[in-house]
């Protein structure tokens, strides 16, 4: 499976595109799976954010924020 290019001439095609890949997975520090999308498939600058994590509040159009639930499962994805 090809990677995607994180930065496009439309990001919301691009936002939607990880949205597919990512939606109800959980991240993995080791392979991809049907359950599981592996850290090293995600693009260079990515951030996983859990529902209690701190984070900054500037903006990068090109760094892909995944936000995840309770559980580790992706519950949005974004670029910001």
Do not use: C, Y
Not at 18 to 35: P, V, Y
């Amino acid at each position: 499976m090809p990677l995607i290019n994180p930065v496009q001439s439309n990001p919301k095609d691009s936002t939607e595109e990880w949205m597919n890949k990512l939606m109800g997975k959980t991240i993995s520090d080791s392979e991809s799976s049907a359950t599981a999308f592996s850290k090293k498939d995600l693009p260079e600058g990515h951030r996983v954010v859990g529902p209690n994590t701190r984070t900054t509040r500037d903006i990068n159009p090109d760094r892909l924020t995944i936000s995840t639930d309770e559980q580790g499962i992706v519950t949005n994805v974004g670029f910001n």
